[in-house]
C-alpha cells in the first residue's frame, strides 16, 4: 500500500483559502497528480485550504475526495509553563510544534512514543484526546483497506500478496536499483497539513511526533510518500520514500515557500 500525504498550497490563513501564490503552486501540482496512474482513493481535510488544493485535480481527473475531520490541521494548544526559556510567552496559548530548542531539549519525554503525550506540557490539554482521535481515524481507513494495527503497533495484512522482493534467490534484493512491483494496487492520497501529516507519521512509524513537529519542515504543496514495506507474508510496516518533495515547484519554475517555517528556503533554478 501508498500513502501519499500532500500539504495545501501557500496559504492565506486570515480567510482559510489559497494565496495567489498558491493557486500558481497548486497548478503545477495538478499537473503531476493527473499524472499518476491507479490512485485508489482521494481524502480531504475539511479545511477550506486543502480543499482549494486538491479540487483542480480531483475535477480534472473526474475523481471526488472523502471527507474526515480528524485530516484538519493539528493546532491544538497547550498553555506555556513557566520554566518556558521565553518568560514573555508564560502563561499564553500557543501550539505545540513551534517550541524553543532549550525547553525541548530539556524535557527527554518528548522523545518517548509512549511517554510524551503524559508529559507535564500536554496532561491539561486536548491534545491527547485529539491525538488518538487521530490514531483511530488512521486506523480505521486503513483496516478498511485490509491493514489491520496489531498491538505490536505494525499492520496485519488481509489477503497479502507474496512479495517476490524478499524471497530467494535474491536475497540481497534491496541493493538492485530496480524492484519488482508488488502489492502496489492500493494508493490512497491525503489532502491536508504539515502538523496533522506529522502526527500520523509519526503514529504509523512509531516514534514521537514532537520529532517530526520540532525537527522537520514540509512546504506548501509538497508531496510527502509512505510504503507498506511487506517483507514477512502478512506483515505491514510504513516507511517514508519521501519527505516534502517538491520538484513540481522547482521544474515549473515557482519559487519553494517557506510558510510555516521560521528560515528561508533553498532557492534552486528550474531545469532548463
Same mark, same amino acid.
Given at each position: 500500500?501508498?500513502?501519499? !500525504?500532500?500539504?495545501?498550497? $501557500? ?10 501564490? =498558491? ?13 499518476? $496512474?491507479?490512485?485508489? $482513493?482521494?481524502?480531504? #481535510?475539511?479545511? &477550506?485550504?486543502?480543499?482549494?488544493? &486538491? ?22 494548544? /497547550? ?15 500557543? /501550539?505545540?510544534? $513551534? ?91 491525503? !489532502? ?5 501529516? !506529522? ?6 512509524? #512509531? ?30 510496516? !510504513? ?27 533553498? =532557492? ?5
Amino acid at each position: 500500500m501508498r500513502l501519499i !500525504f500532500i500539504r495545501h498550497g $501557500d496559504p492565506d490563513y486570515s480567510i482559510d483559502n489559497l494565496t495567489e501564490k =498558491g493557486k500558481k503552486e497548486v497548478a503545477l501540482l495538478t499537473e503531476r497528480i493527473c499524472k499518476w $496512474d491507479n490512485v485508489t $482513493d482521494f481524502f480531504t #481535510s475539511p479545511l &477550506g485550504r486543502a480543499k482549494a488544493t &486538491g479540487a483542480p485535480a480531483l475535477e480534472k481527473l473526474g475523481r471526488t475526495a472523502k471527507e474526515f475531520p480528524w485530516l484538519q490541521e493539528f493546532y491544538y494548544q /497547550i498553555t506555556v509553563p513557566k520554566d518556558y526559556p521565553d518568560k514573555s510567552q508564560v502563561g499564553k496559548k500557543r /501550539i505545540a510544534w $513551534d517550541l524553543l530548542p532549550d525547553y525541548y531539549l530539556s524535557h527527554s519525554e518528548f522523545f518517548d512514543k509512549d511517554k510524551w503525550l503524559n508529559s507535564k506540557l500536554f496532561k491539561n490539554s486536548e491534545i491527547k484526546e485529539k491525538y488518538k482521535e487521530m490514531c483511530k481515524g488512521i486506523d480505521g481507513l486503513l483496516a478498511e483497506y485490509g491493514y489491520i494495527r496489531n498491538k505490536k503497533g505494525f499492520y496485519d495484512v488481509e489477503n497479502p500478496v507474496p512479495n517476490r522482493n524478499w524471497a530467494d534467490p535474491i536475497p540481497e534484493y534491496h541493493l538492485t536499483s530496480v524492484k519488482n512491483d508488488y502489492n502496489e494496487d492500493k494508493t490512497l492520497v491525503f !489532502f491536508c497539513h504539515l502538523g496533522v501529516m !506529522f502526527a500520523i507519521i509519526s503514529h504509523l512509524t #512509531s516514534i514521537s511526533p514532537m520529532q517530526l513537529w520540532q525537527g522537520f519542515y514540509v512546504a506548501p504543496t509538497s508531496i510527502t510518500i509512505l510504503n507498506s514495506e511487506e517483507r514477512l507474508g502478512g506483515q505491514a510496516w !510504513f516507511r517514508v520514500e519521501r519527505l516534502g518533495d517538491t520538484n513540481h515547484l522547482t521544474n515549473g519554475g515557482e519559487p519553494i515557500s517557506s510558510s510555516g517555517y521560521f528560515a528561508s528556503v533553498l =532557492g534552486e533554478k528550474p531545469n532548463n
